[in-house]
């Protein structure tokens, strides 16, 4: 099922208006990203997402390191504790979710999205400077 839902004029009007703040919106979230990655390049416990283009950047991407001591559980509450909001990465593994059995295919194989499911989690980037956010987010993930 669907919805038939058509952008009125004056949505249009604002949406071409808001598309040419986009060029620098993506500036700030780069320059967020690339604060973000230098920070956390060596951590220890978390692997983080990779520049492969240009890419929007709207959150920063953690998933533990295979070898970590810790789950990710324990570094939401940290997270939860610090008032920093998080997500489990775009909704864990697709393939986890019952609105497969709908689908005429089958998948056998997807250990590392089933990994990325249990061991991720992001915060999200925005068009601000985040240098604060980031240095919080890492000194809280930090102590362990």
Not at 43 to 60: A, L, P
Not at 71 to 94: C, H, M, P, S
Request: glycine fraction near 6%.
């Amino acid at each position: 099922p669907g919805y038939n839902l058509r952008p009125t004029e004056f949505q249009g009007t604002l949406g071409l208006e808001q598309l040419k703040k986009l060029p620098h919106f993506l500036q700030i979230r780069r320059e967020n990203a690339q604060y973000f990655t230098e920070k956390f390049k060596d951590h220890r416990n978390f692997i983080i997402q990779k520049e492969n283009g240009e890419s929007s950047w709207f959150s920063f991407t953690l998933v533990l390191r295979p070898e970590s001591h810790q789950k990710r559980e324990y570094y939401l509450q940290k997270l939860k504790k610090a008032d920093i909001g998080y997500r489990i990465v775009t909704g864990g593994n697709f393939l986890s979710h019952d609105v497969v059995k709908y689908f005429d295919y089958k998948c056998s194989k997807f250990d590392k999205a089933k990994y990325i499911h249990y061991n991720g989690f992001f915060v999200g980037n925005g068009p601000v400077d985040l240098k604060n956010n980031i240095d919080l987010l890492y000194e809280t993930l930090a102590k362990s």
